[in-house]
T-cell receptor
Framework: GAVVSQHPSRVICKSGTSVKIECRSLDFQATTMFWYRQFPKKSLMLMATSNEGSKATYEQGVEKDKFLINHASLTLSTLTVTSAHPEDSSFYIC??????????FGDGTRLSIL | GNSVTQMEGPVTLSEEAFLTINCTYT??????LFWYVQYPGEGLQLLLKATKADDKGSNKGFEATYRKETTSFHLEKGSVQVSDSAVYFCALRQPNSGYALNFGKGTSLLVTP
């Protein structure tokens, strides 16, 4: 089946640093990838839609300069949290669309900012 | 706008009990409906889906029927197992929305031996 690899699974870093999260589709090409943020005991909130070779489309309220998204190839999208602060601590999940309707999710990245 | 409302958890059941997790939605037109499951420390996995009214999605003993008249997509399982303990998310996808999903808040299920 379709596999999406998300890396790293967990990261702890100091306030002010930038953190890059990778999302790879391992056995299919993903023209569209999605980035979600999950707060404790809350739903997944769509942050942005990433299309290969074009700029990401951000949801209302998501800072483009804070959460940089790059979708450089059909199998890789990256989310960089710039100058991270404790309020950015969260669980970030990516998903990739396989050309049909199905989305395949990565295992998520637990980001903790000290 | 589109929204999904799920029953609040946590839901605690004994093994072999019957499970129902309610899900209702608000959307225009005819969205596709999904149930995803998230096991501890993992990402989401598609459990089942239905794309039109009266469709029944089923997988691993779980079922959900797309009820347009009640705008519902309740998840059911006749006999739960300890391994079913997880968080369950109801979601919808609006046609022509770019394939993004609107999720409910999730319902945590704990099955005890």
């Amino acid at each position: 089946g379709a596999v999406v690899s998300q890396h790293p699974s967990r990261v702890i870093c100091k306030s002010g640093t930038s953190v890059k999260i990778e999302c790879r589709s391992l056995d299919f090409q993903a023209t569209t990838m999605f980035w979600y943020r999950q707060f404790p005991k809350k739903s997944l909130m769509l942050m942005a839609t990433s299309n290969e070779g074009s700029k990401a489309t951000y949801e209302q309220g998501v800072e483009k300069d804070k959460f940089l998204i790059n979708h450089a190839s059909l199998t890789l999208s990256t989310l960089t949290v710039t100058s991270a602060h404790p309020e950015d601590s969260s669980f970030y999940i990516c998903s990739a669309r396989d050309g049909g309707e199905s989305q395949h999710f990565g295992d998520g990245t637990r980001l903790s900012i000290l | 706008g589109n929204s999904v409302t799920q029953m609040e958890g946590p839901v605690t059941l004994s093994e072999e009990a019957f499970l129902t997790i309610n899900c209702t939605y608000t959307a225009t037109g005819y969205p596709s409906l999904f149930w995803y499951v998230q096991y501890p420390g993992e990402g989401l996995q598609l459990l089942l889906k239905a794309t039109k009214a009266d469709d029944k999605g089923s997988n691993k003993g779980f079922e959900a029927t797309y009820r347009k008249e009640t705008t519902s997509f309740h998840l059911e399982k006749g006999s739960v197992q300890v391994s079913d303990s997880a968080v369950y998310f109801c979601a919808l996808r609006q046609p022509n929305s770019g394939y993004a999903l609107n999720f409910g808040k999730g319902t945590s299920l704990l099955v005890t031996p």
